[in-house]
């Protein structure tokens, strides 16, 4: 008995080590199948891709050739492989849209991109982005793929969103209407109806295209990014984190990149304050921190920069005039104080931090600021007393601006400093043309008739005669060899020239023009009797004379045809 259970035991291990045997051998007969099945795809996908797209193919072989060099064992079918595959559900003939949209180039893009825009799935969506972000990872690579989404994918995105208009809500369904009204203004559910599906693939190409624009160096692909990111610029202010990376990119290109670079991250920062009114302070701070930390040197070729610099954060100003007024008042104010600690000490490091291009760019800057509003009052109508009020708020610093620069230019009496001078009455005369006040701009710049004649006068030293260019408009001092150099007096004095002519001009239509330029008049007739020998001043002075004398004439006949009588 023993013996014949022991036989039976042998005989059922034996047939299930035979079992056992034949699955692994039908498991590996169905592997071999799924291989040579997806090579078989594997071929076929790359022969199609050779008929549809040589060029491509031939780009492949040149730089992918170990893609084309396939091999059985390159193959690992895993089951994550396929559940994913599974979770794509894209068909192949989507697949083979999607391929030519993104490798054919613009021309292609052109005549099939309406397949493309008309009703794609979300799958193909979250497939550009993830490609996108390929493209990010290696910049310079795929052009034409960061060129279909930069033409098609943001706009595709706020089809996928469906915004929500709140007028046609309200006309439509009142009890949604009001579960939505509940919301603040800033709600991200208030503007989109499909944010919760749809806010994390957003997130991701917000963040891609954020990553992208700080990896550019090339000024052409730089502005063709900012468009793409100003065409979506109202989605980064839902999230908080990219627009605080959002800013400081936008910025720093602002202020640091070309003409054409600062342009378009000008009208992106525009269009940002628009779509975000909370974000106006945070803008408003960084703008100016960067415009003072780029205003250190100035060049003839980054003067014209500077100049946009100014203009554009004028008009950011002038998107707030309410909360623009405190950052005008307390930054001025900043520059009150530095000035105020050097009259009191007078040490030649306090003065250093006045006599300087960042002190006196600032002044320019809130000088453009003021005249901007001041233009714009002027074609305010007079019913509209709030938005007068607004502007008159801010027009009020310019009392406080042109002492500071009085007083600037009155801080530190040395020849050495007249450019810094000049730089002083060119402020006061912006703000005395656009504000419509008087301003003792031209006794200022005939007091600085004393410094060029005391350094006229003065004989340059041996091999110091010789004529160098010298551009004074980017100068705040002259060093004591500039002093000495005919280039530099040359320029002086055709800058004071002009300053002079500039501050006479601006008064001719005044009726106290005659008192006013009596001081010019005696200082002029006064300066060519000591400058004989100096043949630069010959040409110069005698037309401020002329022309002096002729506007004089001109508003003394028209005092005289005046009556007083009803007075």
């Known amino acids: ?115 493309f825009i008309d009703n794609p799935p979300i799958s193909a969506i979250k497939t550009a982005v993830d490609l996108f972000s390929a493209c990010v990872a290696r910049v310079g690579v795929f052009e034409r793929i960061v060129r279909m989404c930069f033409a098609h994918l943001g706009k595709l995105l706020f089809v996928k969103l469906k915004p929500v208009d709140s007028l046609n809500m309200k006309l439509k369904n009142g009890e949604k209407c009001r579960k939505i009204g509940k919301l603040s203004s800033n709600s991200v559910m208030y503007r989109f109806r499909k944010w919760k599906k749809y806010n994390s693939l957003v997130k991701s190409y917000l963040n891609y295209l954020l990553l992208f624009l700080n990896e550019l160096q090339s000024p052409d692909v730089l502005v063709c990014t900012l468009h793409a990111i100003t065409e979506v610029i109202s989605l980064y202010g839902h999230f908080n984190k990219l627009t605080r990376n959002l800013i400081k990119s936008l910025v720093r ?15 992106a920062i525009f269009k940002f304050i628009r779509s975000n009114k909370s974000i106006y302070s945070a803008i408003i701070k960084a703008c100016y921190f960067g415009y003072v930390t780029n205003v250190r040197e100035v060049t003839p070729e980054s003067w014209p920069l500077i100049t946009f610099m100014q203009k554009s954060f004028a008009e950011i100003c002038f998107i707030d005039i309410a909360i623009s007024y405190q950052y005008a008042f307390m930054y001025i104010r900043q520059t009150a104080i530095h000035l105020r600690n050097a009259m009191i000490a007078k040490r030649k490091d306090l003065i250093q931090t006045v006599y300087n291009w960042q002190f006196i760019q600032c002044l320019y800057l809130w000088a453009t600021v003021i005249s901007r509003v001041a233009r714009s009052e002027d074609r305010v109508y007079i019913r509209r007393d709030d938005i007068f009020q607004r502007l008159h708020g801010l027009m009020e ?88 150099e005919n280039g530099y007096r040359h320029k002086a004095l055709d800058a004071l020239f002009k300053v002079l002519l500039e501050a006479a001009y601006i008064l001719r239509s005044s009726c106290a023009f005659p008192d006013l330029i009596v001081p010019l008049n005696v200082q002029v007739n006064f300066y060519p009797y000591h400058l004989l020998v100096s043949c630069m001043t010959i040409d110069l002075f005698p037309y401020i004379t002329y022309n002096i004398l002729k506007a004089l004439s001109v508003v003394v006949d028209q005092l005289n045809m005046l009556t007083f009588s009803n007075l």
């Not at 450019?419 to 600085?448: D, M, T």
């Open 1 to 115: 008995m023993v013996k014949t259970n022991e036989k039976k035991i042998l005989l059922v291990k034996n047939k299930q080590n035979s079992i056992k045997t034949k699955k692994k051998n039908v498991e590996n007969c169905i592997f071999k199948e799924k291989k040579a099945n997806n090579n078989c795809g594997y071929r076929k996908q790359l022969d199609s891709i050779a008929e549809k797209d040589p060029e491509f193919f031939r780009y492949l072989k040149e730089q992918e050739a170990d893609l084309l060099d396939f091999n059985e064992s390159d193959i690992d079918l895993s089951e994550d492989s396929d559940e994913h595959s599974v979770e794509m559900d894209i068909s192949d003939s989507q697949q083979d849209v999607h391929m030519d949209d993104m490798y054919s180039g613009k021309t292609k893009l052109d005549q099939d991109g309406g397949r």
């Open 253 to 267: 290109i602002w202020s640091r990149k070309t003409d054409e670079c600062r342009c378009a991250a000008f009208i």
């Open 397 to 484: 610093l310019a009392y406080p601006l042109c002492q500071i620069t009085i007083a600037t230019f009155k801080l530190y009496p040395s020849p050495k400093f007249l450019p810094l001078k000049l730089h002083c009455i060119r402020i006061l005369l912006l703000l005395q043309v656009n504000c419509n006040i008087y301003i003792p701009a031209l006794s200022l710049a005939v007091q600085l008739c004393d410094d060029a004649v005391n350094m006229v006068l003065k004989k340059p030293k041996k091999g110091k005669g010789t004529i160098r260019a010298v551009d004074i408009t980017c100068m705040i001092k002259a060093s004591s060899s500039h002093m000495e």
